[in-house]
């Protein structure tokens, strides 16, 4: 089958090259030529565990191409993937459609012959059926259907994600492009992955549900974390108490400084927006937000508190930036919040993130980028645990006790435990564990 994707990114380039690898022929086009000559220069311009080796295999053997002819790209696919980016809005939270209409547009001119679009980007209810609106008002002889496919993988296990769902999700109107969809899936139906198929507009509103459930049970760990700290108990042994129940499950239980990333607050936000406007009732996604949104802050009052009180002048030795491991991605990382609430309040920021860097330097004033966790703790009043990546779960402590200002460790991950950092002569903060 030939396959375009629209919008080249996180998303848009692990499933296009994933679909090479189901038999597929696959153009990947992104108006962002920087990262399209990068891509047929051989180099991945974003930070993904296992994705270069597809893209270079699959490039090498004429089933993956790159372009910037967006039209061209529409003009050669049987299905056409809109991937591109859907954030929240300036102003009111709700999603930003701009990119997706616009690539409804161009798909519009350019397509030839019966062509499946398939919506892949997190977009709210109803968007599928403007898309095809806006599809008919700029070519009324077009011959297509609108598909809503979303998107579940997650940054740093994307490949294993796209290549062994738990299911996927897929909106159709039509038998004909239901009938495409099983094709283009055909290897993962044959794996038995479950294929979930749903109207249109249940499937749009399916990712969302899964994404506000995964924030508010994050949440809930996290609140169940400082009334862990409120009574003496422990918040790791909670989350195994509860999630052993298969009601409950084990996963997104582990408390921290807030969830963030590219999809939860834009996605919890673009939810709760979508219910005010047909008048319903979600308080749950609303509070998770509110919650959400002062935990970061607080993340930031409870390292300041670890230096005794006052930060000003002190130095903070941040470890990891990015929202989570194995990703370069630091969109509404709570790195983000909790260095400029310390900068507010006067803390020297050194900081270290294994893939996370670059893109910081974007978006963080004033914060010394280091090689190394050693290097970032050198002459360190505090060391923050801010992103569990491996490099950090087998810190020398000796060693960091012989450069830093004090030995102060506040783990904003929980990957120690108190007994063996204390021996080391740490004073040693945690989340929710006594
Ligand atoms: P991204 O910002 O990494 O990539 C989007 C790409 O689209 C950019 O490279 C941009 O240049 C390109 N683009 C924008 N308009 C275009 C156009 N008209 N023609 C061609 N290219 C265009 O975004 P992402 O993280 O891949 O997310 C894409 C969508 O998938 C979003 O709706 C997101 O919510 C959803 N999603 C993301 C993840 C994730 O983990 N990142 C997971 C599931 C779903």
């Known amino acids: 089958m030939k396959i375009s994707v629209i919008g080249s990114g996180y998303v848009g380039l692990v499933s296009g090259a994933c679909f090479t690898e189901f038999g597929h022929s696959v153009i990947c086009a992104d108006l962002d030529d920087r990262k399209i000559e990068a891509l047929n220069n ?15 295999r699959n490039s090498a053997a004429g089933t993956l191409g ?7 790209a529409v003009s050669k696919a049987d299905v056409v993937f809109i991937a591109v980016g859907t954030p929240s809005r300036r102003g009111d939270g709700h999603a930003d459609l701009s990119y997706v209409y616009a690539a409804a547009k161009t798909i519009a001119k350019a397509m030839t012959g019966y062509t499946v679009v398939v919506t892949k980007s997190t977009v709210p209810v109803g968007t599928g059926d403007e898309v095809e609106r806006i599809i008919r008002e700029t070519n009324p002889a077009a011959d297509f259907s609108v598909v809503s496919n979303p998107e579940f993988l997650r940054e740093g296990a994307a490949i294993e994600d796209f290549k062994r769902p738990d299911r996927i999700v897929v909106g159709v109107e039509d038998e004909r492009s239901r009938a495409v969809m099983e094709e283009v899936y055909r290897p993962l139906f044959l794996n038995q992955s479950p294929l979930v198929f749903v109207n249109r507009r249940t499937s749009e509103l399916i990712k969302y549900a899964a994404n506000g459930f995964l924030a508010m049970k994050i949440t809930f760990i996290n609140e169940m974390a400082d009334l862990c700290e409120a009574v003496g108990a422990n918040v790791q042994d909670v989350a195994r108490g509860i999630g052993l129940d298969k009601r409950i499950g084990p996963k997104f239980l582990n408390a921290g400084p807030g969830y963030g990333g590219s999809c939860f607050p834009k996605d919890t936000l673009a939810l709760a927006k979508t219910a005010q406007d047909y008048d319903t009732n979600i308080r749950l996604i609303e509070t998770t937000i509110a919650i959400n949104d002062s935990r970061k802050r607080a993340m930031a009052r409870r390292v300041i508190a670890a230096c005794g009180g006052d930060v000003r002048g002190k130095t903070i030795a941040m470890l990891g930036l990015t929202f989570k491991p194995n990703t370069d991605d630091m969109r509404d990382a709570p790195s983000l919040f909790i260095i400029q609430a310390l900068q507010d309040k006067g803390a020297i920021i050194r900081a270290y993130d ?4 670059e893109e910081a330097k974007h978006l963080l004033q004033d914060v010394t980028y280091c090689n190394s966790a050693y290097e970032a703790a050198d002459g360190a009043d505090a060391i923050t645990i801010v992103t569990e990546w491996d490099v950090f779960r087998a810190l020398d402590f000796p060693r960091l006790k012989d450069i830093m200002v004090q030995p102060v460790l506040v783990d ?18 945690s989340i929710g564990r006594p």
């Open 42 to 56: 051989g180099r991945i311009p974003i930070y993904e565990p296992g994705l270069e080796q597809i893209v270079t």
């Open 354 to 357: 294994p893939e996370g860097m």
């Open 66 to 72: 790159f372009t910037t002819d967006v039209e061209d």
């Open 412 to 429: 904003l991950r929980n990957i120690y435990r108190h007994d063996r950092v204390e021996d080391e002569g740490f004073t040693y903060h």
